[in-house]
């Protein structure tokens, strides 16, 4: 959503009074960020000119204006590139959406996001291949390009994306699953076969955190000749929102 001149949601949070979080700079003009209010729902928002793309120092705007209305609220992020043509129309969807809100504040009270991506080793992925002796005696074989050998590259194609799916999941029932059991939510993302074996969200308490911090490191240790860990956070619940903001007249 863009407009020459108008609103730029950040959040949503649940507050009554007005707040200020500082200044926002996009496309090099900077902006007081402030809040729109609701009853007890506030949007966070800054005033905009032109259109707001996805550049590198807009995005890291959006990114820092939300890492510091975390530190003191439970938020419903909004997506980049959210812009209205007035105050008036940002309160008009805040009310359109207001049960949902209310209901997706009662959820994210207190709670965070975050990630865990798991990349399998080469050294694993070879050791567990060797327990594997027809894999093994085709990766090893001479004549694997040779004509004769088609239909059974096809054949060893399908052992080895099925051997490769049990990798992930035994990834999956010894590091997600554990991890979930500690989360009030837990999402699996995509991953890419071979490379990322893990590519999973929680959502956490405030006041579990560091125990969750404890468990990511034991299962690190654990798995630590076998894989590595991109452990990050804490993030705004984006995986567990899914609210789109969209009124006649909004681009």
Request: hydrophobic content about 40%; proline content about 4%.
């Amino acid at each position: 959503m863009s407009t020459e001149k108008g609103i730029y949601v950040f959040c949503a949070i649940a507050e009554k009074e007005k707040k200020s979080f500082g200044q926002a700079e996009f496309n090099g003009e900077k902006s007081g960020v402030f809040t729109l209010h609701l009853g007890s729902i506030a949007m966070v928002v800054c005033k905009v000119e032109g259109e707001v793309l996805p550049g590198r120092q807009n995005l890291l705007t959006h990114q820092d204006v939300i890492s510091e209305v975390m530190k003191q609220y439970s938020l419903i992020p909004m997506s980049f590139g959210n812009v209205f043509h007035s105050e008036k129309d940002v309160l008009l969807i805040t009310s359109h959406l207001k049960k949902d809100f209310i209901e997706l504040f009662s959820h994210l009270e207190n709670k965070i996001e975050v990630g865990l991506k798991v990349f399998p080793k080469k050294e694993w992925i070879d050791a567990e291949m060797k327990k594997d002796p027809v894999l093994l005696e085709w990766k090893n074989s001479k004549d694997i390009d040779a004509p004769a050998a088609f239909y059974d590259r096809i054949q060893m194609g399908e052992r080895a994306q099925l051997f490769v799916l049990q990798l992930q999941e035994q990834v999956e029932r010894e590091i997600y699953l554990p991890l979930s059991l500690l989360s009030a939510a837990g999402k699996q993302n995509d991953t890419i076969p071979g490379k990322v074996f893990l590519n999973a969200a929680f959502l956490i308490e405030r006041s579990s955190e560091t125990q969750f911090d404890q468990k990511v490191n034991d299962l690190y240790e654990a798995w630590k000749d076998k894989v590595d860990f991109k452990y990050t956070g804490p993030w705004p619940a984006y995986n567990f929102v899914n609210i789109r903001l969209r009124i006649e007249g909004s681009s």
